[in-house]
């Protein structure tokens, strides 16, 4: 069974950081590219970041480039989210997805973490 | 960045109705489109991807289809199962954009 499992969640004050972690079961990791995305309470769906399966490729919504950095470990069969700069605005539930290539994207979902920003 | 105008933003529907929902996209994107239910406190499923490739387990009263840059997720008979939020994705280039959302409730 495909399992995509967030954490790493929490509050934090604006300006600071925090990691996000995303461990991946049932399917070769490695084999896959992985996106964050985010949504804010009451929200849509925002796409943050997307990482290819060797991490040859790595891009960024323009709202988080330069503070977020996204990455993995396929040895670990992990992804990651490196937030830094923490605004009120970065307050979502962020979830990672997986996909095979652009045809063919974000067929399983974590269950998210929950991220807010406050003072 | 492609714009991807989805309508309508909320609907209600009665049980066996047709419903449909649309996504625009501001620039060609090709069968690069996907559609994402959300049910309450849920993660998004995926249901329909290429623009008209059906998930497998998905019922088949969803269908997804597409006329020019209008990208359609259509319920033939409505089940109070399919009350949910929908999304629609563009995939073709990055940024990846998200419709708004449709909120699908019923009547």
């Known amino acids: 069974e495909v399992q995509l499992v967030e954490s790493g969640g929490g509050l934090v004050q604006p300006g600071r950081s925090l990691k996000l972690s995303c461990l991946a079961s049932g399917f070769t990791f490695s084999n896959y590219g992985m996106n964050w995305i985010r949504q804010a309470p009451g929200k849509g769906l925002e796409w943050v970041a997307s990482?290819?399966?060797?991490?040859?490729?790595?891009y960024y919504a323009d709202t988080v480039k330069g503070r977020f950095t996204i990455s993995r470990d396929n040895a670990k069969n992990t992804l990651y989210l490196q937030m830094t700069s923490l605004r009120s605005e970065d307050t979502a539930l962020y979830y990672c997805?997986?996909?095979?290539?652009?045809?063919?994207?974000?067929?399983?979902w974590g269950q998210g973490a929950s991220v807010t920003v406050s003072s | 960045d492609i714009q991807m105008t989805q309508s309508p933003s909320s609907l209600s529907a009665s049980l066996g109705d047709r419903v449909t929902i649309t996504c625009r996209a501001s620039q060609d994107i090709g069968n690069y489109l996907t559609w994402f239910q959300q049910k309450p406190g849920k993660s998004p499923r995926r249901m329909i991807y290429?623009?008209?490739n059906l998930e497998d387990g998905v019922p088949s009263r969803f269908s997804g289809s597409r006329s020019g840059s209008d990208y359609s997720l259509t319920i033939s008979s409505l089940e109070s199962e399919d009350v949910a939020d929908y999304h629609c994705?563009?995939?073709?280039?990055?940024?990846?954009?998200f419709g708004a959302g449709t909120k699908l409730e019923l009547k």
């Open positions: 997805a997986r996909h095979l290539y652009r045809g063919n994207v974000m067929d399983a």
């Open positions: 990482i290819s399966s060797s991490s040859s490729y790595i």
């Open positions: 290429g623009a008209t």
């Open positions: 994705l563009q995939s073709i280039q990055y940024p990846y954009t």
